[in-house]
């Protein structure tokens, strides 16, 4: 059977309680679809930075490499300055293995109240294309006259053909497949450089695909629309730095940031891609068996379809609304009182019954 070999990557805080409930039923999706996993688990993370002064070793790309896929569960930790976390693992793997492509589906599950009140049950269902290489962060700038009144910091953006097109196109692709809507989010009466080439090469690449609905939204408008009516989208593609702002939002409408996924692609498959929560190491509530392992799963799920398997991929998702459509089994960010481990043994008894 065919044998998939998975860099597992807990990291820090929750991300190493919500990792288990996914393992957990990736196996059991193996089983019953018939496929297996290879786990090969690296320790990096915020601990790791504290015993060795790196988030992972010098050839650490290298290992990931022979690895099929990498499952991800949130790094960062208080005494490791964010930044330092950040661009020592996350940005360089996606940078190293081409994963231009973060993926998030924004989708009210079944059996899960959304905190906008007039949102009925299954009223949100869009995904949010974010360029995953470039843009806003990048290490372009500096800073100058540190500790003078002088002071002074440049941080640049950059945005280049090649890179928003290869974006644009995937999501005109998904949108192809989906309700052929695609929104694009700009800002180019305020930034007058990058946003309007943005808009230019949408509008150049929209030409060939008249069939597609292609809007064009600021993103402060484009985030108020989020609130006041989220069921107008069908695909959304966004920058950077604004689509990591339009997801957490995004995941905040869904219900709980606790049940988000991410999926940082390399959609020609030539590198692994990486999968993962979009929440972080929650460090508030770290070791207490209260985080939601469902952002951990679904971004399981996200995996199973990347490598091919999207009836098993389905399974996951399909288990986890039943979980919350038939049973009280939840954490508390989402209301509930179930721990970890709960909602993970309920995930694995509905999986049984589902088809
Ligand atoms: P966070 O996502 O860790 O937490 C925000 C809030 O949501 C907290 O109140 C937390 O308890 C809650 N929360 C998050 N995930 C949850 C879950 N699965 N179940 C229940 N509640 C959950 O964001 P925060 O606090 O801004 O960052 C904490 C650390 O995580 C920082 O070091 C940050 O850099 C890092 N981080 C890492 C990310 C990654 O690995 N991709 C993404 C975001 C933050
Ligand atoms: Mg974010």
Redesign the pocket.
């Known amino acids: 059977i065919p044998t998939h070999r998975i860099a597992v990557i807990p990291?820090?805080?929750?991300?190493t309680e919500?990792m288990p409930p996914a393992q957990r039923l990736l196996e059991l999706a193996g089983h019953r679809f018939g496929f297996a996993f290879e786990w090969q688990n690296f320790d990096w993370s915020?601990e790791y930075y504290a015993r060795t002064g790196a988030m992972m070793p010098a050839d650490g790309i290298e290992q990931l490499a022979e690895c099929d896929q990498i499952l991800?569960?949130?790094?960062?930790?208080?005494g490791?300055p964010?930044h330092v976390?950040?661009w020592g693992l996350?940005i360089p793997i996606r940078r190293a293995f081409q994963q231009y492509i973060n993926l998030r589906p924004i989708k009210l599950l079944p059996g899960i109240e959304s905190p906008l009140r007039k949102v009925p049950a299954g009223g949100i269902d869009f995904q949010v294309v974010r360029e995953n290489n470039e843009g806003e962060y990048s290490e372009s700038g500096g800073r100058l006259y540190r500790g003078l009144p002088q002071e002074v910091a440049i941080q640049e953006s950059i945005f280049t053909r090649f890179g928003v097109t290869r974006a644009m196109n995937y999501a005109i692709n998904l949108a192809e497949q989906r309700e052929g809507r695609l929104a694009s989010a700009t800002k180019s009466n305020g930034i007058i450089h990058t946003m309007p080439f943005w808009d230019e090469i949408l509008r150049e690449l929209g030409q060939e695909h008249p069939l597609l609905e292609i809007s064009e939204y600021h993103i402060d408008a484009l985030a108020a629309l989020f609130v006041l009516d989220p069921g107008r989208f069908d695909v959304i593609v966004a920058s950077n730095l604004f689509g990591d702002i339009l997801t957490d939002l995004g995941a905040a409408i869904i219900g709980?940031?606790?049940?988000a996924p991410?999926a940082n692609l390399n959609p020609e498959g030539e590198f692994p891609s990486m999968f993962?929560?979009?929440?972080?190491?929650?460090?508030?509530?770290?070791g207490r068996g209260?985080?939601?392992?469902?952002?951990?799963v679904w971004a399981a799920s996200m995996m199973l379809d990347h490598l091919g398997h999207s009836e098993a991929g389905a399974a996951l998702v399909d288990t986890m609304g039943h979980v919350l459509l038939e049973t009280d089994v939840r954490?508390?960010?989402?209301g509930g009182r179930a721990t970890?481990e709960e909602v993970s043994d309920a995930l694995a008894a509905a999986f049984a019954t589902v088809t």
């Open positions: 990291g820090d805080g929750i991300g919500v915020c991800l569960g949130a790094v960062g930790f208080p490791v964010d976390s950040l996350l709980s940031i606790g049940i991410s993962e929560p979009v929440h972080g190491s929650a460090p508030d509530i770290a209260k985080a939601n392992p469902l952002g951990q954490t508390p960010d989402l970890t």
